[in-house]
């Protein structure tokens, strides 16, 4: 199976964004999963070539200038462990390789991931509305 990357979401419909946000507890839905990444500033797609469905995507939010978060990074299960993950960050980075800053938040179990991809842990602060999460009124 070849994986294509694309920069835009040209093509791409609710019916492509399948499979992702496993184990989330309010999670959101396809159509509103399309609206998250065309709002992004930046994103990298991954492509199954033989059915064009979206398999992994990585964003980012920007200032434009000096900092970016990186939001969101997924692969659907039955693709993870084929590198797509670490290819989707690697992409995402060369397009923001002018930023002073490119961050991200993860749980401590998947800081390892990042770190071989040139990140490194940070503290840092949040807030979750987790009776937001599905991004519905």
Known sequence: MTIQYRYALEGIGPQHLQGFFVGWPNPPAPETHLRILAAADQVVLALASDSGQVVGFINAITDGTFMAFIPLLEVVADYQARGIGSELVRR????????????????PDLQPFYRHLGLVPATGVMLRNYDRQSAQP
């Open 92 to 107: 995402l980075l060369d397009r923001l390789a002018g930023y002073y800053a490119v961050d991200a938040m993860c749980d």
